[in-house]
């Protein structure tokens, strides 16, 4: 759930942030950040304040997090009062905690993105009664291209408006799933391979969004909708 999510968000990042500068933390994070939304299926909106705000909460609790708290121990130091790297803890700890608390229950509420469908391109094929389309992606990098990743194991299925991979092409060939159940379990992912999409306008923009996907071209995307199987 967005809620669980948030919480685990908040207590990687806020601890992190007390050992090194909250800044590159939250700039290293959202990329981190946005592949695990899109494989989880969570809305990723609803976790970037949560993780700028846990990152500010979090580099208040040593002396190393934030470059606010060595401009502060330097005003201590002209009037005679030694700043410890520990010394805003006691105070900082507990505004940390309800801060995790407040995003996680608060967050999911107020924010994410307005539900509105988003346009998409001449490249996809015929639309279904139910608003799906077959849309073809390529893999082309990342993740999906190793060459040991099932299709099972990607999370497509999570994804908001995706309903799933339909088939999978290598050299025009058909080579997910096949009538053998022990080479549909034996196939894993690799760089060319042409997955074959049932999603919506607006699982198609998030599968454009993610990592390691190319859209397959107008050519190819006609191939495909001259062929369509019904579901």
């Not at 007390?18 to 994070?29: D, L």
């Not at 939304?37 to 700028?52: E, T, Y």
């Not at 159940?181 to 690799?190: D, L």
């Not at 999409?197 to 923009?205: D, I, P, W, Y």
């Amino acid at each position: 759930s967005h809620f669980s999510g948030i919480v685990r968000l908040c207590l990687l990042v806020g601890p992190l942030s007390a050992i090194v500068n909250n800044t590159p933390v939250t700039a290293m994070m959202v990329p981190v950040l946005e592949g695990w939304c899109s494989r989880m299926g969570f809305d990723v909106a609803k976790f970037g304040i949560p993780l700028a705000f846990s990152a500010q909460l979090g580099g208040g609790l040593t002396l190393m997090g934030s470059p606010t708290n060595f401009a502060a121990r330097k005003t201590y130091l002209q009037s005679g009062y030694k700043v410890g790297f520990f010394e805003f803890t006691v105070v900082a700890a507990p505004l940390y905690l309800m801060g995790v608390v407040y995003f996680a229950i608060l967050a999911p509420r107020m924010l994410g993105r307005k539900k509105a469908a988003p346009v998409l391109t001449r490249q996809v094929s015929a639309e279904e009664a139910d608003g799906y389309f077959r849309i073809g992606f390529r893999i082309s990098r990342g993740a999906f291209a190793r060459g040991n990743l099932k299709v099972e194991q990607a999370g497509f299925d999570r994804m908001p408006g995706v309903g799933g991979v339909r088939l999978v092409l290598r050299d025009g060939e058909k080579v997910w799933p096949l009538e053998d159940v022990g080479e549909t379990q034996a196939y894993r992912m690799r760089v060319g391979d042409l997955l074959i999409f049932r999603a919506t306008a607006e699982g198609a923009v998030g599968l454009r969004a993610q990592g390691g996907l190319q859209l397959a071209t107008e050519g190819e995307s006609t191939r495909l909708g001259a062929g369509r199987h019904n579901r």
